[in-house]
């Protein structure tokens, strides 16, 4: 009589080092039938974007692969996660499901109904931690309630246990006698139609595999300097993790454990200046998470209830914003950072505080229209990360940027690109011109643009807004009753 299998069930934890439902699952020593289901209406209103659908359909495929290694393979099914699940147990006979759990709202709703139906037919239905360090109904501040500032968070977050990685042993994998049907990647329809994704395959490695040497990477060469680099757009000084850690072919208990290897030594944790920020960047990771599984209405309205009737300008045609996407403001640093998304499906994180800046600030356009751009064209698009950014940049959110803190991207462009790397390499039109003007193009001498190739309102768009004139008017706008909010607040920033 053959053992009754397991049913492992990926979603965003697509690794087999430290699986929390894997190592579960080969505890109780049954044969493991991993599988995905892509279900895009169980995602609610956020259905993956097509830059995170172009990582998931590669991450899968690395995941098959590091899973045919070991003596198993990666079951798909496209549709209604509760049915596709039934219809597998109904055709294996497994009396057992796990997974990892997600935090999002629809993710949350969608494990709860699933994990009643299995039970109430008797299916085992187990669910446990890879994605986080802490779990958000974990972490309380001294009333019971959720945190709101990222510091008193975090400080108490640093005084609870961190869980060491749990470790997969090498070797063949326990297999089912039988496989059942399955769809297969193509089936899945993940990659465009219209190969826009050149880039993405220049500047990407998905899967576990790319997770661990991109964490190698960082924590030799760079993670040192965090601290003065991670600011520099044209420098190689952030971890380059986020898309890694959405999709879960790395945990942040694997990354808290490869820095404190470091510290092995000295006894001295973390072990530099650099390290204890990016582990502070973990936290905020954190605290997004925290923030949505709490406060689940906050992907659509403001946490802030003041913000619900601030005055947002009007784009009846969507130039402005459709200026703002295509890297066509007029302000270099906006521009590159636009255009390195669309090409790369990643933005640094200073200009993304710049270009977001902007869009809620500059040209007064609501945060949600920058929320649903980066959504679709970010491979790192995560509702919590992404939600907590934006309404953190139009100051409607938790640990909220004051409202009088506006970005001025000529400043910002000097200051962290100041030679002009970062601009030059994606708004090549511009190139040729000296420093001194390559920030604020119209602000160089006539002979100057023409012996550098630029023709302002041509090949390179004049200002779309004057900085002075949109400041202004952006003060006066948050001034408006109940809008301007409390005073300075700690600057916050969601972890990249």
Known sequence: MSIAPIILWFRQDLRLQDN?????????????????IFDEAGEGAW????????????????????????????????????EALSELITATGADSVYWNRRYE????????????????VGVEAKSFNSALLFEPHSISNKQGKPFQVFTPYWRHCLTQAIALPVSIKSGPLPAPETWPASATLDDL????????DAGFHEAWKPGEAGAQAQLKRFVA????????????????????????LHFGEIGPRQVWAAVRVLSKDSGVFPPSRGAQVFLSEIGWREFAHHLLFHFPRTPEQPL???????????????????????????????????????????????????????????????????????WDTLVDADLANNTFGWQWSAG???????????FAPVLQGGKFDGEGDYVRRWVPEIAKLPDKFLHAPWTAPANLLAQAGVGLGA???????????????ALAAFKVKDCAGGGRVRNGRAAQ
């Open 105 to 120: 709202p629809a993710a949350i709703a969608r494990e709860k109904a699933i994990k009643a139906d299995l039970l109430a």
């Open 221 to 244: 060469h760079a993670m040192a300097a965090y601290e003065d680099k991670r600011n520099l757009p044209a420098e190689s000084g952030t971890s380059l993790l986020s898309p890694h």
């Open 396 to 406: 409607c959110g938790a640990d909220a940027a004051p409202y009088f803190r506006i």
């Open 304 to 374: 802030r209830e003041d913000f619900k009737h601030f005055p947002w300008t009007e784009d009846a045609t969507g130039e402005k914003l459709r200026a703002w996407q295509r890297g066509r403001t007029g302000y270099p640093i906006v521009d590159a950072g636009m255009r390195e998304l669309w090409h790369t499906g990643w933005m640094h994180n200073r200009v993304r505080m710049i270009v977001a800046s902007f869009l809620v600030k500059h040209l007064r356009l609501p945060w949600t229209h920058g929320a649903a751009w980066f």
């Open 459 to 473: 090949n390179y768009p004049a200002p779309i807004v004057d900085h002075a004139t949109a400041r202004a008017e």
């Open 189 to 196: 329809s993940l990659l465009p139609a219209i190969k826009w």
């Open 47 to 82: 259905p993956a974007g097509g830059a995170a659908r172009w990582w998931q359909h590669h991450s899968l495929a690395a995941l098959d692969a590091s899973l045919r290694a070991r003596g198993l393979r990666l079951i798909l099914a496209r549709g209604d996660s509760s």
């Open 20 to 36: 929390a439902a894997l190592h579960a699952a080969l505890a109780k020593r049954g044969p493991i039938l991993p599988v995905y």
